[in-house]
């Protein structure tokens, strides 16, 4: 085995070479900041000054915050409300896409067009739409309801504007797992007798299952770390049911100048998101794999 060393290192050098500009970046820019973002949590900060290390004081604060729970209930409810359709809609128009061939790259443009515009044409738009007076949303309904304003109908419509302007992605990946699929699968059933929804339960769908699953997870995490539509649309209100973590951890840190308590709400929130995000994957392998 030894002779063999030498070969192996010369094998491993390009890949580690290659792998060298990612860790650098990953080391400076997410796990240094990570290290000092929990060692931030264990002081009692603000944002000029690092002051007297208190330990786990800021996670007992947090574990008793009324506030930090709401918000999280609030970020909860929003993934809710956005995941589901996400993953629904990106497959039924990937599959319309897939299906339409002459007018599919036309379809597909239109569907991925909203995912391009950045977050403040997104919520211009969408305020643009929702005004109480003049809103084509209250035209057509034939009311003048202040959306942003109503506690029950704030965060569905929030919601709603980002199903429309994020679900191209969505469509994306379905349509790219869609064209993968080998088409002797649909020639040998269409033989054997079988087509439409048989088609689809049989053949596309268990196809499509890893791609699903991936998606779900991606779309929880983007989910969970909503915050620019919130703060845009509503900033946070009526009566903070739009305030969502990231801006609790936000207004902690920037208006209350409390930085070790916003590093502490911070490090909890990643723990939740990486531990829910393993346990949707975990989940989805098992459901894949039932089948």
């Known amino acids: 085995m030894m002779p063999f060393m030498p070969a192996r290192r010369r094998e491993t050098m390009p890949a580690l070479l290659m792998l060298a500009p990612f860790l650098a970046v990953f080391l400076l820019f997410f796990l240094v900041p990570a290290i000092q973002t929990f060692y931030l949590s264990l002081t009692e900060s603000s944002l000029t000054r690092t002051s007297a290390f208190v330990g786990l004081a800021n996670y007992a604060t947090l574990v008793q915050d009324p506030s930090f729970w709401a918000s999280l209930g609030n970020t909860f409810y929003f993934a809710l409300l956005t995941v589901p359709p996400l993953t629904i ?18 379809l597909q443009g239109a569907y ?117 539509q919130t703060y845009i649309m509503t900033t946070g209100g009526p009566y903070n049911t739009t305030r969502v973590t990231l801006h609790y951890m936000y207004e902690t840190a920037f208006t209350q100048s409390d930085a070790g308590y916003a590093a502490a709400i911070a490090t909890a929130f990643v723990v939740i998101v990486v531990l829910l995000s393993l346990l949707q994957g975990w989940v989805a392998r098992r459901l894949g794999g039932s089948s």
């Open 89 to 106: 809609l990106g497959l039924l128009m990937a599959l319309l896409v897939d299906r339409f061939t002459r007018a599919g790259p036309w």
């Open 112 to 228: 991925f067009l909203p995912f391009v515009l950045p977050i403040s044409v997104m919520t211009l738009i969408a305020d643009w739409m929702l005004q109480p007076s003049s809103g084509i949303v209250n035209h057509l309904l034939g009311m003048q309801r202040a959306w942003f304003a109503d506690v029950h109908w704030a965060m569905p419509m929030v919601a709603i504007g980002t199903v429309w302007w994020t679900v191209g992605f969505n469509m994306l990946m379905f349509l790219a797992g869609l064209r993968n699929i080998p088409r002797e699968l649909y020639e040998a059933a269409a033989l054997d007798g079988a087509s439409g929804f048989a088609l689809f339960r049989h053949i596309t769908w268990p196809q499509l299952k890893p791609v699903a699953g991936t998606a779900l997870v991606l779309q929880l995490i983007a989910s969970l770390k909503v915050f620019g």
